[in-house]
């Protein structure tokens, strides 16, 4: 797919975070930008790909529109801009009465991509994923790595939708439409690995890391999660239970870090405990 040069000048920054930054577009409200850091051209290319695909599934995420490229080499996509947006952690942030009612919508956001069956032609399986992070990792030891893996292969098996990067910054709604977006590292496989990214943006990271990312002290993210849980497993179970069962998964983000920090990262480490 050739890149179509564009001029960052037409664009006012709006955004950014580990990988780029987005923009809106000047002259037409319709159109936002997200731009990857210098140096990352594979990663839009195989972003753009992947939310064509998504976005043709039917699942709700913003209509991917070209491949772009600026004068001085940054690459990214240009998306269908949703006008009116806000995330769920922005929204539970300026308005923390509502954090029940946002994580349970972001709950049920959830339980329905995960009840979709993708082609598995067509997406990578989140294992093989996990196993390429585990290898290129160069922090863990060699017996840290082989008990991981055996986790990771021990976990279930199935064929249903994996956003990737479920934060609960990468849901967003407009009016009484709902989206997903940052669908990067869309794929498919049980869903506790996706889920596992929401415990630990409420629970693991630290108060500094919460606060700048998703606009909210960690008591608040904590209370999402608390929230969040009974509508996504089932109010019967109780918390503790679910807490157990979702941790390790949680840890397994290390690797995710790990590769975006370039640094190991100790206190996501002691999630993976019950493992190692």
Known sequence: ???????????????GGFNGESYDCKSDSSVMLKLY?????????DEMT???KVYDMGIPSPEPGEYVVTQDGRYGIRFHRILG???YSRATGDDPSKVQQYATEFAQLCLKLHSIHVDRSQFECVKDRYYRLLEANPFFTVQEKDK??????DAPDTD???HGDLQYSNAIFAGDKRYFIDLGDFCYGYNLFDVGMVYLCCYLSGEDFIEEAFHMPKSLAMRFWDFFAPVYFGADRPLKDIEEQILPYAGLK???V???SNCPMPAFRAALKSIL
Request: glycine share 4%; charged share 30%.
């Open 1 to 15: 797919m050739e890149a179509k040069r564009i001029d960052i000048n037409d664009y006012v920054l709006s955004g």
């Open 37 to 45: 850091f210098p140096g990352k051209i594979q990663q839009p290319l």
């Open 50 to 52: 992947l939310a064509r």
């Open 85 to 87: 947006k806000k995330s």
């Open 148 to 153: 991981i893996a055996r986790f990771i292969s």
């Open 160 to 162: 249903t939708a994996i």
């Open 254 to 256: 290390t690797l995710i």
């Open 258 to 260: 790990e590769r975006d």
